[in-house]
């Protein structure tokens, strides 16, 4: 998945929106003002241990259970742990096309939820309605 369609995935989640509190160049999603995802270019990523060539993608943060964390980054290269994040419970995901589609899709599920479980029940409801 490219950068585009990343941002159209998360978008059609439920009470999802976007908005820029850290700069024009960091997208933040979130639901119900949780957020639960992060993009931007990894070229502003100037102290994260990676390869130049990483820094050319887009980079999605993704929220994550500590060990499905840490499974994905032993699988997926291009997984590590949360640039500016706390790396135990986040995930930067290198949109550079080495991960399938669907796996993608069901990290980007999988963080919207975990944010979603943690809300009031009545804000639960008004989202699952909707799933």
Known sequence: MNQLQTEQYLLLKPETSMYYPFGDDVKVFRVKNKMFATISHGSKAKSAKVDDAAKTHFWMNLKCEPDEAQMLRDIFPSIIPGYHMN??????????????????ERMMDNSFMLIVNKMTKKNQQSILVHL
Do not use: M, R, V, Y
Not at 96 to 101: N, V, W
């Open 87 to 104: 790396k135990a419970n986040w995930n930067s995901i290198i949109l550079d096309g080495s991960i399938p589609q669907g796996e993608i």
